[in-house]
């Protein structure tokens, strides 16, 4: 616990050294496991946090509470790498199929994993479709958590079920109306908001996203999560500025986010983007150019 409270706060070199103390007394402490995978995804230090998560596979790697969430963690680091199939297939056998529990801690990373791809432009091969249905099985008259609500909207629009998605989103905007908890604060001031914005995306309205994104976009902690989750939102916004022709905004926020984590191969790829849709094309080729050569690097490392 202290490590990755040390770690969401920015410590990474203590936090990993809490989180390998932790390990030391207690190998098969997956929060340890977690704690210390955070750290290399913060620095973008993918071939290190491979490294440990597959070093360690026998003692995560199933039969735990946090089983789906640290193979989540392992296929954001697959995407990094740039092997998309592998991904998939740690989506499929370890965290969304059609044998899961269907509980919303588990689906919300399917959510998040798969809302990468979708801003990616990679085809989820009709993943969205069943989780989508997994999340309406559990939908009844009252929100949940907030954080799990705005997850299920993020499959309701990926797979284009628009009116299920715009039915959660009004559940969260008449429970948090004159609500006073914790929850209706972060529903207030940050669920609905993002969850508009993910269906103002969804549906090819970028200029919304925008707008609904930026002016809450150093909130977005205040509604739950860890940095490496919400980090979805985070793109969803330099994405939707790229798609909405906000050419400043794109190039701002994608020197940004590489500014905090320069070997992430997905914000190489992301500054390309925003540079070619503001016609710099050798720019955005030599963003290219970085991203292949520190993928070559992680992808050694997830063939071991
Ligand atoms: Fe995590």
Redesign the pocket.
Known sequence: MHAFGLEEAGHYEAAEEAGLAALDANPDDVWAV?AV??TH?MRGEVAEGLGSMLERQDDWGDGNLFTT??W??LALYALEAGDTSRALAVYDDHIHNDQAAGVPIEMLDASALLWRLLLDGTDDGGRFQSLATSWAAKSGPEPWYVFNDVHAVMAYVGAARFDDARETIDRLQRSAAGATGTNGFMATKVGIPVAEALLAFGQGRYDEAVAGLAPIRRDFHRFGG?H??RDALKRTLIEASIRAGDKDMARALSAERLSARPRSTCNWLQRARALRASGDDAGAAAAEAHSAEHRSQFAIALAR
């Open positions: 977690h995978v955070h995804e969430h640290n989540w963690h860890s490496a989750q």
